[in-house]
């Protein structure tokens, strides 16, 4: 586990609090993890009791110095205990049990698609802004117009009518 930790979510922390105290069979709720949402609905206990034997945990959290964590690597690639002696597990996510839930589903996003689509939002809302000024600045031009004309009427009704008196 290296680099800096997510602020709300705690996801370093949740990771080492799995490894280290597993989850908690009925709420699959992280055992010891003081995240936002430290749950691990999709994975059985059997995979998170296979996480805990497979893997050892190196905390690097809140580590960003790449010569730390590559010489990090380094020792543990020298280390190497070799293939787990267990037969490979595969773990389905697949939350295909036949029913529809109710409500809208999740989209699933990459990083640089939501980045885009964030962008494209903000890029609306600037032509939006835009277009309120514009409409804007007619307002007010046509406003100075209209203001024109109703000065040259009076002036023009006012001069009428001390001519004629």
């Known amino acids: 586990l290296a680099g800096a930790e997510v602020q709300g979510h705690i996801t370093?922390?949740?990771f080492k609090a799995l490894h280290e105290n597993g989850a908690d069979p009925d709420k699959k709720k992280i055992i010891g993890?003081?995240?936002a949402i430290p749950f691990v609905e999709n994975v059985?206990?059997?995979g998170v009791e296979r996480f805990q034997q497979q893997l050892e945990i190196?905390?690097?959290i809140d580590t960003e110095d790449i010569g730390a964590i590559q010489s990090k690597i380094n020792e543990c690639v020298?280390?190497?205990?070799?293939?787990f002696e267990e037969e490979a597990m595969v773990i389905s996510v697949d939350?295909?049990?036949g029913e529809e839930e109710e409500g809208e589903a999740m989209k699933v996003v990459s990083a640089e698609t939501g980045l885009i689509e964030a962008r494209i939002r903000d890029i609306n809302t600037k032509i939006d802004m835009v277009g309120a000024v514009q409409r804007n600045m007619a307002g007010n031009y046509a406003g100075k117009v209209?203001?024109?004309m109703i000065g040259l009427a009076f002036t023009l009704i006012v001069g009428v009518l001390f001519l004629m008196f």
Request: a negative charge.
């Open 78 to 83: 020298e280390k190497d205990p070799g293939a």
């Open 12 to 14: 370093g922390q949740s």
């Open 33 to 35: 993890a003081t995240g």
């Open 95 to 97: 939350d295909d049990d």
């Open 44 to 46: 059985p206990l059997d």
């Open 146 to 148: 209209q203001g024109i």
């Open 58 to 60: 190196v905390d690097l």
